[in-house]
């Protein structure tokens, strides 16, 4: 998990990076995933879960079909976080991106009641809030060498 928060801090800036420098949305879009790609890829086949895999889909033709509509599904979605990122960088599409999962917590406990603390709240606005002060910092250039404030 924690692996996961660090790349998911680094990634969509360094997908913004490329953006800067010229890169199109297809290019970031395949070096993006094509490193994930080949890590999974070895990891699944020595585990053996990719041979496993391999042979539900040839004995299966529903889980394959229901796979490649899952893989359009993902290239539609990252195609659009793309955008996203290209266009209003990578700190405001993470702000999205952790909107659509605190509304997916909130439509949990709408359609699946459970026990619920106001810690959850709490802890939603301190993350919201932090990524909001991040995007008008940016937004403002403070904190940035040779930003608004003069420092290095």
């Not at 913004?16 to 993006?32: I, P, Q």
């Not at 266009?87 to 439509?107: D, H, I, P, S």
């Not at 250039?141 to 608004?148: A, S, T």
Request: net charge positive; charged share 15%.
């Amino acid at each position: 998990v924690s692996g996961s928060v660090v790349a998911d801090a680094i990634l969509p800036n360094a997908q913004e990076r490329l953006f800067r420098r010229g890169s199109s949305r297809l290019e970031v879009t395949v070096w993006s995933n094509f490193f994930s790609f080949v890590a999974m890829t070895v990891m699944t086949n020595l585990t053996g879960t990719l041979r496993n895999f391999c042979l539900l889909m040839y004995y299966n033709r529903t889980v394959a079909l229901y796979v490649g509509v899952y893989t359009v599904l993902s290239y539609v979605s990252i195609s659009c976080y793309m955008t996203l990122v290209k266009r209003f960088g990578g700190v405001a599409a993470v702000l999205l991106t952790t909107a659509r999962k605190a509304m997916t917590l909130v439509l949990s406990f709408m359609l699946f009641p459970k026990g619920f603390s106001w810690l959850y709240v709490h802890g939603s606005l301190l993350v919201l809030g932090a990524v909001m002060v991040a995007s008008i910092f940016k937004k403002l250039g403070i904190g940035k060498e040779g930003g608004r404030d003069g420092r290095k």
